[in-house]
């Protein structure tokens, strides 16, 4: 069996990439630039900390979401697609490709 396996440093890297200030990903301004004291600025490894706290959050949701789904697909169907996903088929076939 080949192996799946995705890095997710790659998706932190991103997300980091793309925050401006602390508190963007929750819907808070950054610091006008008139704020002396409290600069909007963020560093590079204060970026990457909140980027990899934050993947790691979404990551453990969307794992919560697929061992329920596992779940009633096993109640409902038995464990044969299981069998489907170990020789490499997608788990959710096409639902996750992008159009």
């Given at each position: ?11 932190t890297e991103l997300v980091a990439d793309r925050i ?80």
């Amino acid at each position: 069996m080949q192996s799946t396996r995705f890095h997710w440093g790659s998706v932190t890297e991103l997300v980091a990439d793309r925050i401006d200030s602390p508190g963007m990903l929750f819907g808070i301004p950054a610091n006008p630039c008139e704020f002396l004291d409290f600069p909007g600025g963020i560093s590079r490894s204060n970026k990457h900390s909140i980027a990899s706290s934050v993947v790691d959050e979404c990551l453990e949701r969307a794992k919560t979401e697929i061992g329920r789904w596992f779940q009633r697909k096993i109640e409902k169907d038995g464990v044969d697609f299981i069998k489907a996903i170990l020789k490499g088929e997608s788990v959710f076939g096409d639902l996750l490709l992008e159009h």
